[in-house]
């Protein structure tokens, strides 16, 4: 992730939480500008309408240790002039300094400043000092296929298709396609569907004991599946699977207290949360706004591919 964007994606995602419903957020945009009819980048882009009257808004986010100075702000009139946006926001982690403010005021930039709180500060609020987390694990350790009469499972199409190179069962390979809608599975789609239909977890304990669950599926009747093989299909008529399953739990403190605040009384703050998820890290955000009296959540891949975020009333 390159230097700021981390701030770029928090400004986002605080934005995203208290924005109008049908507001289209963007982080980064391209924007034409009307003198050079080039496109241009802008941080956070934010449109929505008042009644048939669009609306651009344009944030602009540095991350750095000085204090922004008067010509950034210059820069950022006149660039919100050039892409015809209504509003322009300059966001600092490091404040503006007087002449800055000064000349904000003059050229009606809105300022914010990004700032870390201590965890004490935010528990006035969020009563949650950590979150729980639960992931769900199976590992499939058999695979058996039942064919319909007169196939050859020896067929060594058949088992170029099932298997992988190192002899064992491909489980993610779609090479099951349905009968009735011709959509091609996997043999891990048909455990997966097993499990929401019989909630496997429901009973399972939260400390990583492992369960061992097995199950008949049979096609003989309703949807029928064949396995595709080379220029052939050959109808399957069950299979028999079995796997382990089990819960890992753990708990999470909060990662990052934030607030986000303006001159013009808006002051927001947020407590992070960083949960790993098979493999993939996720971070969940609470943001409450003290001038409103409003809060809201967010879920986002800690990773440069944006935020989506659940609004708070």
Same mark, same amino acid.
């Given at each position: 992730?390159r =230097?700021?964007r @981390? ?5 986002e995602?605080?934005?995203?939480c208290f ?7 963007k982080s980064?945009?391209?924007i034409?500008?009307?003198v050079?009819g080039?496109?241009?980048e802008?941080d956070?882009s934010?449109r929505? =309408?008042?009644g ?6 344009i944030?602009?986010c540095r991350?750095?240790?000085?204090t %922004?100075d008067?010509t950034w702000?210059e820069?950022?009139?006149?660039k919100?002039? &050039?892409v015809?946006?209504s509003r322009?926001v300059?966001v600092s ?7 800055a403010?000064?000349k904000a005021a003059h050229?009606a930039?809105?300022? /914010?400043t990004?700032s870390e709180l !201590? !965890?004490?500060v935010?528990?006035?609020w ?5 979150t729980i987390g639960? +992931? /769900? #694990?199976?590992?499939l350790?058999h695979v058996?296929?039942?064919f $319909? ?7 060594? @199409?058949?088992?170029a +298709?099932?298997h ?6 491909d489980?993610?390979? *779609?090479v099951f /396609?349905?009968? *009735?809608s011709?959509?091609?599975v ?5 455990w997966? $569907?097993a499990?929401?239909q019989?909630d496997?977890? =429901?009973a ?10 097995k199950?008949?599926?049979s096609? &003989?009747a309703?949807e029928?599946?064949c396995l595709?093989?080379g &220029?052939?299909q050959y109808e399957i008529?069950?299979?028999a699977?079995?796997?382990?399953t089990?819960i890992?739990?753990t708990?999470?403190?909060i990662s990052?207290?934030? @607030?986000y ?5 808006? #002051?927001? %703050? ?10 993939k ?7 409450? &706004? ?8 967010s879920?986002? /891949? *800690?990773?440069?591919?944006g935020s989506d975020a659940? =609004?708070?009333a």
């Amino acid at each position: 992730m390159r =230097k700021g964007r @981390e701030l770029e994606i928090i400004v986002e995602a605080l934005e995203r939480c208290f924005a109008p419903a049908d507001a289209d957020i963007k982080s980064p945009d391209a924007i034409l500008d009307r003198v050079t009819g080039t496109l241009r980048e802008v941080d956070v882009s934010i449109r929505y =309408k008042i009644g048939s009257v669009p609306i651009l808004v344009i944030l602009e986010c540095r991350d750095q240790s000085a204090t %922004q100075d008067v010509t950034w702000i210059e820069q950022l009139a006149k660039k919100r002039d &050039d892409v015809r946006a209504s509003r322009a926001v300059a966001v600092s982690s490091s404040g503006f300094s007087e002449a800055a403010r000064l000349k904000a005021a003059h050229d009606a930039i809105d300022l /914010r400043t990004v700032s870390e709180l !201590t !965890t004490e500060v935010v528990l006035g609020w969020c009563a949650v000092p950590h979150t729980i987390g639960g +992931s /769900r #694990n199976t590992n499939l350790t058999h695979v058996a296929f039942e064919f $319909a009469a007169g196939v050859d499972t020896s067929d060594p @199409e058949i088992r170029a +298709s099932l298997h992988r190179a190192d002899g064992r069962i491909d489980i993610v390979r *779609n090479v099951f /396609r349905s009968q *009735n809608s011709g959509q091609l599975v996997s043999v891990s789609s048909f455990w997966w $569907a097993a499990v929401d239909q019989h909630d496997l977890f =429901k009973a399972s304990a939260a400390d990583g004991t492992r369960q061992v669950r097995k199950f008949h599926l049979s096609f &003989d009747a309703g949807e029928r599946y064949c396995l595709v093989a080379g &220029d052939r299909q050959y109808e399957i008529v069950s299979i028999a699977l079995t796997a382990e399953t089990w819960i890992d739990q753990t708990q999470h403190s909060i990662s990052r207290a934030l @607030e986000y605040t303006g001159a013009d009384g808006t #002051n927001i %703050q947020t407590v992070q949360f960083e949960i790993p998820v098979q493999g993939k890290d996720f971070v969940v955000s609470l943001y409450s &706004d003290v001038q409103n009296s409003r809060t809201g959540a967010s879920l986002r /891949r *800690n990773k440069d591919d944006g935020s989506d975020a659940t =609004k708070g009333a």
